[in-house]
């Protein structure tokens, strides 16, 4: 390997790190905005849901609803009266109308994928399947 090459190589590898770290920058920007005093606050804003019904969905598929009584900025969320929807056991990434009472619950934030209020939300048939007959 002569020493251009490897100039070369060593200049590729450094302009792919400076690209990787920003957009490494860009992601924690979508995800953070700055406020006057310094400190960075999610822009997921869970104060006007506190008191009232969420659904929550975790990774690994559970399904929860309850009230929301609290969270924090890594996004766990204390919810009231929670109930989660049971997974069909045929096909685990259904869910089904069975439901298990859990109470008080915290979901820690890792697992929290989404948020979203239960007041105003309907379900809808899917208009995508085809009909039996086409």
Request: hydrophobic share 35%; aromatic share 6%; glycine share 8%.
């Amino acid at each position: 390997m002569d020493c251009s090459s490897f100039n070369q190589s060593s200049y590729t590898v450094r302009w792919l790190l400076q690209v990787k770290r920003e957009k490494e920058r860009e992601s924690r920007a979508l995800f953070f905005i700055a406020i006057e005093s310094g400190r960075k606050e999610t822009v997921l804003d869970l104060a006007k849901f506190v008191d009232k019904g969420v659904q929550v969905k975790l990774t690994g598929g559970r399904q929860v609803t309850g009230t929301l009584k609290g969270y924090d900025q890594l996004l766990n969320l204390v919810l009231d009266e929670a109930i989660e929807f049971l997974r069909d056991p045929d096909d685990p990434l259904k869910t089904t109308d069975q439901t298990r009472r859990l109470g008080l619950i915290v979901c820690r934030g890792t697992a929290v994928m989404l948020v979203s209020p239960t007041d105003g939300t309907d379900e809808i048939a899917n208009p995508f399947i085809q009909p039996d007959g086409a």
